[in-house]
T-cell receptor, first 110, second 112 residues
Framework: SQQGEEDPQALSIQEGENATMNCSYK?????LQWYRQNSGRGLVHLIL?????REKHSGRLRVTLDTSKKSSSLLITASRAADTASYFCAKEGSNYKLTFGKGTLLTVNP | SQTIHQWPATLVQPVGSPLSLECTVE??????LYWYRQAAGRGLQLLFYSVGIGQISSEVPQNLSASRPQDRQFILSSKKLLLSDSGFYLC???????????FGDGTRLSIL
């Protein structure tokens, strides 16, 4: 079954608000990665969090990982219109391959 | 710095025609290379990956094949395209396992 499922499927917020996206998975992981995709473009890597890590930050991005609940969240603080994109979580399992979820479409309204 | 080039950006092909999509990476050696397909509004499906020249692993049985003739070149091919081959094809590289992947800008393939 597909792993790395994001929730919600779509999220619409106002500029300046925070955006939180969640990701769940079913089996053990080596790491979990978050990517952004602007419409019609390739994916851009945001953050990689390893299974022994609980939280990572990069600028306005904060990722948490709870291996006991098999879930991760991506928080974007003080969102901007330029943050409008699809966000994907991808799980690297014991076979070392990435399995992507279907993504969350984030719309930040000016 | 490392860069990845993928071309063409868009391609319209008739059913039954051959296909060749090329991807090259610069600024790194012996990368892992990947081909993904993304259906509209969906996540990515891994098609092929390669850990070295001539080493190709196929993830799903299909009408496509991949080759890695040089260290930083990855080619996706088909002898006869099907309507179901339409989609957005993405090439990516990584420095190894447990590392981020870096994507090209993709090829939008439409089969008529």
């Amino acid at each position: 079954s597909q792993q790395g499922e994001e929730d919600p499927q779509a999220l619409s917020i106002q500029e300046g608000e925070n955006a939180t996206m969640n990701c769940s998975y079913k089996t053990s992981i080596n790491n979990l990665q978050w990517y952004r995709q602007n419409s019609g473009r390739g994916l851009v890597h945001l953050i990689l969090i390893r299974s022994n890590e609980r939280e990572k930050h990069s600028g306005r991005l904060r990722v948490t990982l709870d291996t006991s609940k098999k879930s991760s969240s991506l928080l974007i603080t003080a969102s901007r219109a330029a943050d409008t994109a699809s966000y994907f979580c991808a799980k690297e399992g014991s076979n070392y391959k990435l399995t992507f979820g279907k993504g969350t479409l984030l719309t930040v309204n000016p | 710095s490392q860069t990845i080039h993928q071309w063409p950006a868009t391609l319209v092909q008739p059913v039954g025609s051959p296909l060749s999509l090329e991807c090259t990476v610069e600024g790194t050696s012996n990368p892992n290379l990947y081909w993904y397909r993304q259906a509209a509004g969906r996540g990515l499906q891994l098609l092929f990956y390669s850990v070295g020249i001539g080493q190709i692993s196929s993830e799903v049985p299909q009408n496509l094949s991949a080759s890695r003739p040089q260290d930083r070149q990855f080619i996706l091919s088909s002898k006869k395209l099907l309507l179901s081959d339409s989609g957005f094809y993405l090439c990516a590289w990584s420095a190894g396992w447990n590392q981020p992947q870096h994507f090209g800008d993709g090829t939008r393939l439409s089969i008529l």
